[in-house]
């Protein structure tokens, strides 16, 4: 091979090379910006855990005050806002007998330490 070759492979190699490194470093710093984002974005603070049993007893307490011969099946969420509150749970009648549920929303107030049911609606 004639020296014209030889320079033309080997600076074609550098650039080859150079081209490499500059190609893969991009690659590099996206690959772990994205694995960073996976990381953070799963990640949700948790919530401190509400005691829900003042508010089961006020339901129970406001339901016999109506006569609605109902009971607290579960509690799907409470949300407390200063001296408000709104909770969403599923009734069933006392007895238990049918096992059907619905879904009520009770909106509270503050009453002294505990809370006291405002009034309800069905969902």
């Not at 129970?60 to 006569?67: A, D, I, P, T």
């Given at each position: ?46 919530a401190s ?59 509270f107030h503050?009453?002294?330490t505990g ?9």
């Amino acid at each position: 091979m004639n020296s014209r070759c030889l320079d033309h492979i080997n600076s074609r190699a550098k650039r080859d090379e150079v081209a490499e490194k500059f190609c893969a470093a991009p690659l590099v710093a996206l690959a772990v910006i994205f694995a960073l984002c996976l990381v953070g974005c799963g990640k949700k603070e948790a919530a401190s855990p509400v005691d829900t049993k003042p508010f089961e007893a006020a339901i129970v307490e406001y339901c016999q005050s109506k006569g609605y011969g109902m009971k607290v099946a579960s509690v799907d969420s409470v949300t407390v806002n200063g001296d408000t509150a709104t909770v969403l749970c599923k009734m069933q009648e006392a007895e238990g007998t049918y096992g059907l549920t619905v879904k009520w929303e009770f909106i509270f107030h503050r009453a002294g330490t505990g809370w006291q049911v405002e009034t309800h609606t069905a969902k």
